[in-house]
């Protein structure tokens, strides 16, 4: 893996995320059947659930028209075109798993808008505690490889240690 370029590393990751999050909905939906099953207890604090996303994260800017789907999508593709654009210049391995993460999360809940409607979220996790907008919270397998993907951009630009020729 040392000779995978910081593209090659994007690519896979963003094709490894977008599978498992396509492949663990179509078991979701049509095998498992969590909408007749809805909803599981996992833990005290998550549940199996089936929720349709009809916006972006906590269903913001939500809307059943479809010339509105098809503005997200469209400005959901600007943002992948930008994340690949960064892809292409990233200069070290972290950079590449990180944006291919956020990539193939992006375009796994893009397909969903595309073929459903809206994204399909099982995740459901929650608690009693005031603990913010985390108190209730639906998410999926691409929302996790986003939030992954993200953490690991914010890690490398705060916290990942710097080459000697780039410290002032």
Request: glycine fraction near 8%; hydrophobic fraction near 55%; avoid cysteine.
């Given at each position: 893996m040392r000779h995978l370029s910081p593209r090659a590393i994007g690519v896979a990751a963003a094709l490894a995320a977008l599978t498992l999050d396509q492949a663990h909905k179509y078991w979701m939906l049509n095998v498992y059947d969590v909408a007749a099953r809805s909803p599981v207890t996992l833990a005290p604090f998550l549940d199996l659930v089936l929720s349709w996303n009809y916006g972006i994260s906590y269903s913001l800017f939500a809307t059943h028209e479809r010339w509105a789907r098809y503005v997200m999508l469209a400005i959901?593709?600007?943002?992948v075109i930008g994340l690949v654009t960064w892809l292409r210049s990233a200069e070290n391995r972290l950079s590449g798993l990180a944006l291919g993460l956020v990539i193939g999360g992006a375009l796994g809940n893009m397909i969903?808008?595309?073929?459903?409607?809206?994204?399909?979220?099982?995740?459901?996790?929650?608690?009693?505690?005031?603990?913010?907008?985390?108190?209730n919270y639906v998410f999926n397998a691409a929302d996790i490889a986003i939030t992954a993907g993200v953490a690991l951009l914010l890690y490398e630009s705060l916290a990942a240690p710097r080459p000697l020729s780039n410290r002032q």
């Open positions: 959901q593709a600007a943002i969903d808008r595309l073929a459903r409607g809206a994204v399909a979220d099982f995740f459901y996790l929650h608690t009693t505690l005031p603990v913010g907008p985390l108190a």
